[in-house]
């Protein structure tokens, strides 16, 4: 019989006993763990033992049944599963019955049918853009030399349906300002939209008469290429823009009873199911007022359905904004007018009847609605800003529901009728998964996994997902860090840090990390950082509304906010680098100059370094015009910052980037220039906003170079070399 004292004196023993034993194991465990080989990070990338590709949910077939395809696309092979049991059967893909496509060739418009048969329907020297086959596959309507055709393929006869096209005055196709800002890139300027009973087409006359021409050149040749746009900045005359209606077999236009020469914007129309009606988005130049007008066909007179005011701005590009009920007697509004993006249900003359979702929360789609169970499944970040889960909530509001599982970031597909999902989830410490989950929130079983059989055999270097408080102590800013394989807080690290910025364009998300070059660079000890700031679309447009008339401030506080975290976990201050393209460029040039007390080292690729050069729409949304505005303009110009720069940056742009001209660089270099600083610049020609082939491996290895020269400090690995 041991004596309390003595029994307590055991215990303590045998626990020591038993600890040191473990950490014996786990050193022993660690000490056998693989390296990853340089050729696996530099040559092949990682084996599928350690990160294998999920197999693809292609679609449901039906509500209990899926398509998954276990090979990739080019030599898919597929199964169609039971959601209930889980049997696999082998699935052949039928595509639909082909009622024919119609392409451009050799300037030329061509037609292949359901036989096909390639047949030939325009033969002149012009050149035919942009051809968009009828819902009822009768016609084509395309446009050549800016006018708006149609070709009716039974007869094969020709219509033209205006007559004025030229150089400034655009039928069906967008200028550039409504191209890249409004409409999208996708539509690749095409501004004209069929009729559901393929009888008419809604279209844009765009007249670009007051719109200043930008001029840019390039090198090529003996004397050199020039090409021209119209580009509005800031300030500038936008294009003027009537909405039109013509038959697809000709006639008069039916112009919609706006006025062309207001300063106004015009969003996507919208084409209501009995063809009679159009649905025109209407917003002022101001960009703080937006109304939503029922327009009629017939007499083009129009009849308000919303409206919309905020302190701040307006999305007019919103694809999202409306949701109509399939039984034709309401809509579901998605709006940030709250602060938060949330859904509205209103009924078809525009009043609204309910909020369905109420909170500081961000909704991000809507997958189904329901109407016979007055259900909505919508996908929220809500739980947390840094992840997406599905939700089901009734139409007046009531019996909100989480349906994912977990602390997890979900990507769903949702079967027809609700009654299963797959979802894909991961975390920055959980490899993707993919499991089914019935549509009350049950688990149903897993179905696959990317994380490889010999994961756990490497030293991998380890991602975490981070929240830094603000500054004046408002928001818990988001990162996804990864740290050096050999991570030692007493130590310095240099910090490459990968940003875009801008408002509501956020890239933190609570997802896993791991690829090749990530594991070399934490192996050379670099901690590699993504950010974003308030204004990012974590905080609603609650926090975008920050940088309403300043942008570049607040990111570049918040940015700040969240190095001297890092420097206080053992970042290098002598060596911290942002890098970005586009806003990205222009938050990188920004920190080297405003924020030059902080980031030490940068590579700017295609920015903005003054807002007054950038175009009307985008800029003028946050930062209204420079006459409005002369302040704002003033300190969010990285040129009035240029005194304060005291690192080194690498600048690089396309000479021919319509997007964001190249002058933005030369004015910055001019101005550093004058200031007798030091840094780098690489121009690429024939580059646009980005650029591919052997000029894209030449940036790749410039910015490579750059980061062991100024970062890692040492000579690049020539397997490094693109």
Not at 707 to 715: G, H, I, R, T
């Amino acid at each position: 019989m041991y004596s309390t004292m003595q029994q307590l004196n055991r215990r303590n023993t045998l626990w020591m006993g038993m600890a040191l034993a473990g950490m014996s194991i786990a050193f022993s465990a660690a000490a056998q763990q693989k390296e990853l080989t340089r050729q696996q990070m530099l040559l092949y990338g990682l084996p599928e033992t350690i990160s294998k590709p999920l197999p693809r949910i292609s679609q449901w077939t039906d509500d209990t049944h899926y398509v998954v395809n276990k090979g990739n696309p080019q030599r898919p092979d597929l199964y169609e599963v039971d959601a209930k049991t889980g049997k696999e059967t082998p699935y052949t893909f039928q595509r639909p019955a082909s009622d024919g496509m119609v392409r451009v060739k050799n300037n030329d418009l061509y037609y292949t049918g359901p036989d096909k048969v390639e047949k030939r329907l325009t033969n002149d020297p012009a050149l035919e853009v942009n051809p968009e086959m009828s819902p009822d596959n009768r016609f084509v309507a395309f446009t050549k030399e800016n006018n708006l055709y149609t070709i009716d393929l039974q007869s094969g006869k020709e219509t033209k349906l205006t007559s004025d096209g030229s150089d400034v005055i655009l039928n069906g196709y967008s200028s550039w300002v409504y191209m890249e800002e409004i409409l999208g890139r996708p539509t690749r300027h095409r501004a004209f939209w069929w009729s559901p009973d393929s009888k008419s087409l809604a279209f844009f006359r765009s007249d670009d008469t007051k719109v200043p021409v930008f001029t840019m050149t390039d090198g090529n040749g003996t004397r050199g290429y020039v090409e021209t746009l119209r580009y509005p900045k800031p300030g500038d005359a936008n294009p003027e823009v009537k909405v039109g209606i013509v038959a697809a077999t000709g006639g008069a236009v039916t112009w919609a009873d706006f006025n062309a020469a207001e300063d106004q914007y015009f969003g996507m129309p919208i084409w209501m199911n009995d063809s009679k009606t159009l649905w025109q988005s209407w917003m002022n130049r101001g960009q703080d007022q937006l109304k939503i007008y029922a327009v009629s066909t017939e007499n083009g007179s129009k009849k308000l359905i919303y409206e919309e005011t905020q302190k701040t701005w307006i999305d007019l590009d919103n694809a999202n904004r409306f949701t109509f009920l399939e039984s034709g007697k309401g809509f579901i509004l998605q709006s940030d007018k709250s602060g938060w993006n949330m859904m509205y249900l209103h009924d078809m003359t525009g009043k609204q009847l309910n909020p369905i979702t109420n909170g500081e929360f961000t909704v991000t789609d809507i997958l189904l609605v329901d109407e016979k169970k007055s259900t909505v499944f919508f996908t929220a970040r809500k739980e947390n800003t840094a992840r997406v889960d599905l939700y089901s909530v009734k139409l007046n509001g009531k019996d909100l529901k989480r349906l994912t599982f977990g602390d997890y970031n979900h990507q769903v597909s949702l079967s027809p009728n609700a009654s299963y999902f797959v979802t894909t989830y991961q975390n920055a410490a959980t490899a993707p998964k993919i499991a089914l989950v019935d549509g009350k929130g049950k688990l149903i079983r897993e179905i696959a996994d990317s994380k490889g059989t010999e994961a756990d055999q490497y030293r991998l270097a380890k991602t975490e997902l981070i929240r830094v408080k603000s500054d004046d102590g408002l928001y818990e800013l988001p990162a996804l860090v990864t740290w050096p394989l050999d991570y030692d807080p007493a130590k310095k690290y240099p910090v490459l840090i990968s940003i875009y910025g801008g408002p509501n364009a956020g890239t933190v998300m609570d997802r896993f990390s791991l690829g090749a070059q990530q594991q070399w660079y934490a192996k050379e000890g670099m901690i590699q950082v993504a950010m974003d700031h308030r204004a990012s679309g974590h905080f609603g447009k609650k926090g975008q509304n920050f940088i309403h008339r300043n942008l570049g401030y607040w990111e570049t506080k918040d940015y700040s906010t969240i190095v001297k975290h890092l420097i206080s976990k053992g970042a290098d201050p002598a060596r911290i680098c942002i890098t970005g393209f586009s806003y990205g460029g222009y938050m990188s040039c920004y920190a080297l100059t405003y924020g030059a007390d902080v980031f030490t080292h940068g590579m700017a690729g295609g920015s903005v370094t003054d807002w007054r050069l950038y175009d009307t729409h985008y800029t003028e949304r946050f930062m209204d015009t420079p006459e409005e505005n002369p302040e704002g303009y003033k300190s969010s110009s990285v040129l009035t910052h240029a005194d304060k720069y005291k690192g080194k940056l690498q600048i690089v742009h396309g000479i021919i980037d319509e997007n964001v001209h190249m002058q933005n660089s030369i004015q910055l270099i001019s101005r550093l220039q004058d200031l007798k600083k030091d840094f780098e610049m690489m121009i690429y020609s024939g580059g646009r906003h980005g650029w591919g082939g052997n000029k894209g491996l030449h940036f790749q290895n410039l910015k490579t170079e750059f980061v062991y020269k100024n970062l890692l400090q040492k000579e690049m690995p020539a397997e490094l070399r693109r």
